[in-house]
């Protein structure tokens, strides 16, 4: 089981560091992505770090601007987000692959959701 957290309120420009504990499981053996929900849209993919050698992806509306890594130690993959923007306002969510098929951020391919966090970007 995964959970969310770190969320909050911050302002545009600023930036964010959320993190997804891991619990029943190490990070490290799955593909593990982060997801956010905004009202009335649905669940996209942003950010995903394969198992093993924890390479990342990263779908276009966030390259550059969000980053995903992990901490096996920690047992904890995190999403450090920066120049955020109101829209970037959503609850957020992190969750594993279930499927097999690897970083591709359907968002039916993943499973093991956690209550997510709600950030909002706002002036």
């Known amino acids: 089981q995964l959970q969310a957290s770190g969320g909050g309120l911050v302002q545009p420009g600023e930036s964010l560091r959320l993190s997804c504990a891991a619990s029943?499981?190490?990070?490290?053996?799955?593909?593990i992505a982060w997801f956010r929900q905004a009202p009335g849209k649905e669940r996209e993919g942003l950010a995903c770090?394969?198992?093993?050698?924890?390479?990342?992806h990263y779908v276009l509306s966030v390259k550059g601007r969000f980053t995903i890594s992990r901490d096996n130690v920690k047992n904890t993959v995190y999403l450090q987000m920066n120049s955020l923007t109101p829209d970037d306002t959503a609850v957020y969510f992190c969750?594993?692959?279930?499927?097999?098929?690897?970083?591709?951020?359907?968002?039916?391919?993943?499973?093991?959701w956690g209550q997510g966090t709600q950030v909002t970007v706002s002036s």
């Open positions: 969750a594993t692959e279930k499927q097999g098929l690897g970083c591709l951020m359907v968002p039916t391919f993943f499973g093991s």
């Open positions: 770090i394969t198992s093993g050698d924890g390479s990342s």
């Open positions: 029943g499981g190490t990070v490290d053996n799955y593909d």
